[in-house]
């Protein structure tokens, strides 16, 4: 059974920076472009950025220049480097597969919360 698991998040001032890893248990990894989502409060779940199996990535304009997403695919993870956090960067952070035709079950997620 896929398993995705994120951590890393928590409370930090803007400017401040988080790194959230994804631990993936899938064993198409290696094949599949992944993909981190937010979800705000009241808000939809919208894409923050992808990287495919050979490491191309691309960005939400509004992360663009400030997040990075790497992957370790003989460690199956996913990361997502945070950085010059914004108070609108608050939300719930996911890892999944990048296409919504092969998302797997949605993991907990994990907060982050950035204070002006």
């Known amino acids: 059974q896929v398993q995705l698991v994120e951590s890393g998040g928590g409370l930090v001032q803007a400017g401040g920076s988080l790194r959230l890893p994804c631990a993936a248990s899938?064993?198409?990894?290696?094949?599949?472009?992944m993909a981190w989502y937010r979800q705000a409060p009241g808000k939809q779940r919208e894409f923050v950025a992808r990287?495919?199996?050979?490491?191309?990535?691309n960005y939400a304009d509004s992360v663009k220049g400030r997040f990075t997403i790497s992957r370790d695919n003989v460690k199956n993870m996913v990361y997502l480097q945070m950085n010059s956090l914004k108070p609108e960067d608050t939300a719930v952070y996911y890892c999944?597969?990048?296409?919504?035709?092969?998302?797997?079950?949605w993991g907990q997620g994990t907060q982050v919360t950035v204070s002006s």
């Open positions: 999944n597969t990048a296409s919504p035709s092969t998302w797997r079950s």
């Open positions: 899938m064993p198409s990894l290696l094949i599949e472009t």
């Open positions: 990287i495919t199996s050979s490491g191309t990535t």
